[in-house]
């Protein structure tokens, strides 16, 4: 029985029901998102068996990688716009589901006896969380008032390490294939919330003229509008349009992969439509971010299929010749279009779009503390949350100063020495990942958020795993 669930939770039978149910729960919930934002108690149930699912792994298997699936969709679920540490402290049912997955990852560590080792990334990781715990020198140096939220986030370097080190001792398999499949599906989920959005973006305002009259004018004012005195933006819940924007823009490398992997001329097609879609969602996004991110993306693209696709151009030259033609007549209006868009968008607003003002307050803030910054509460926007500085540099350097700094250069040393040993088109995809990641947060998100965070640290495990070999060679 066991041996049959373990197969389950191998199959994509498994991928594909906990995505399905995903969506569908953050759909049923939508009624938390809007004018008035509500916590539905659906939320809540499918959050928490989505813990029971780890912790029934965590019991059952002593691989640990089961537990991803749930543990991605779980933050994918989350459609509230309106929950911080208040709401949380609030939701009794989340501690008694934390104590049990707790208990779950404590047995697994005593009943299958791992044994610690820091891994290849182990030290890096340790000393980021120690930049982080020492930004808080700069909140208390500032007299503020006491925010049990600052402790929280100020934990959240420590918490990733842990998250590396735990999947770095209990994972030995090769699982990155299996990762990448979860984050297939997970673009799709992404692509289906997007569209929900927009549809109600539509009906909300069928008035103001015609399909086309609509789409330009979401786009210029960003899907923004007020109903009810309720300013909305395309925001799905877990996150706004640059979150969304700046996470399919990373996950464009694994539609990637599959499209090298491709034996057949179907898989090639659903491969590259699936491409063309997420890049159709990230331009709607409108996400500056993640407009650069597809720029670089288009980039590395050029440079895997040159790197890692074999083809006997000689064999295909017909074939080749007439797909560079067909791409070029379908490219040459888009990107028409798209100059003349980004003309239209600018009009209305920069590319920086105040980023400018951002930059400036994180050089000021380090240069106030720049030894271990100002804390990563060094400027709020609201109660119980802090703010972006919209570049992972000046933001490193605003909340955690030249120790933050260097913390991250030598993370990334790590990090390159990884690459290099386990030099692979898998390897290749992760930095891919990587890259798209940082080109993003030149102007949008960091590198540090959750959604960033959390999968690239499951993949350095899986990719520290991994065999040292092509499978395209």
Excluded: C
Excluded at 29 to 51: H, M, Q, R, W, Y
Excluded at 154 to 182: C, D, E, P, R, W
Aim: aromatic share 18%.
């Amino acid at each position: 029985m066991i041996h049959k669930l373990e197969q389950f939770f191998k199959s994509n039978k498994y991928l594909l029901s906990i995505s399905i149910v995903t969506f569908l729960l953050w759909f049923i919930n939508i009624d938390s998102i809007g004018p008035k934002p509500s916590f539905d108690i659906l939320e809540i149930i499918g959050i928490s068996v989505f813990a029971l699912i780890i912790s029934l792994s965590l019991v059952l298997f002593k691989e640990t990688i089961y537990t991803f699936p749930p543990l991605i969709m779980s933050i994918i679920m989350l459609s509230n716009q309106n929950m911080g540490m208040t709401t949380l402290n609030e939701l009794w049912i989340f501690y008694i589901v934390l104590v049990v997955v707790i208990a779950s990852f404590i047995y697994h560590m005593v009943h299958f006896k791992v044994k610690f080792k820091l891994g290849a990334l182990g030290i890096g990781l340790l000393i980021v969380s120690l930049a982080y715990l020492l930004s808080l020198s700069g909140y208390f140096l500032d007299q503020k008032p006491f925010e049990f939220s600052v402790i929280f986030i100020s934990l959240m370097g420590l918490i990733y390490f842990l998250i590396y080190a735990f999947f770095k001792n209990t994972s030995s398999h090769t699982n990155i294939q299996y990762i990448f499949k979860v984050f297939y599906y997970l673009t799709f989920i992404i692509i289906l919330q997007t569209f929900v959005m927009i549809t109600f973006y539509f009906i909300d305002n069928a008035h103001l003229g015609s399909f086309t009259d609509l789409i330009k004018l979401g786009i210029e004012e960003r899907w923004g509008y007020i109903k009810d005195g309720f300013f909305i933006r395309l925001n799905v819940g877990w996150g706004l349009g640059n979150n969304i924007g700046g996470v399919l823009a990373y996950l464009l490398p694994i539609q990637m992969y599959e499209l090298f992997k491709s034996k057949n001329i179907k898989s090639i097609i659903l491969h590259l439509f699936t491409l063309f879609l997420t890049g159709i969602t990230i331009f709607l996004t409108t996400s500056r971010g993640a407009y650069l991110g597809v720029l670089a993306f288009f980039i590395l693209f050029m440079i895997g299929f040159i790197k890692f696709v074999k083809l006997d151009y000689k064999k295909y030259k017909k074939l080749i010749l007439g797909s560079v033609i067909t791409l070029s007549i379908i490219l040459i209006p888009v990107l028409i279009f798209g100059v003349q868009f980004m003309a239209k968008f600018m009009e209305n607003s920069t590319f920086l779009n105040g980023r400018e003002e951002d930059w400036g307050d994180a050089i000021k803030y380090f240069l106030e503390y720049p030894i271990f910054g100002k804390s990563w509460y060094s400027d709020t926007w609201e109660i119980h949350s802090f703010r972006s500085y919209h570049n992972t540099i000046l933001h490193t350097l605003a909340t955690m100063g030249i120790f933050g700094l260097l913390a991250l250069i030598y993370h990334h040393v790590e990090l390159v020495r990884l690459f290099i040993k386990k030099w692979s088109l898998e390897s290749f995809i992760v930095i891919s990942m990587l890259v798209i990641t940082h080109v993003h947060g030149l102007v949008d998100n960091t590198y540090y958020a959750p959604m960033h965070m959390i999968p690239l640290l499951i993949l350095y495990v899986s990719l520290e795993n991994h065999q040292k070999e092509n499978l395209l060679s």
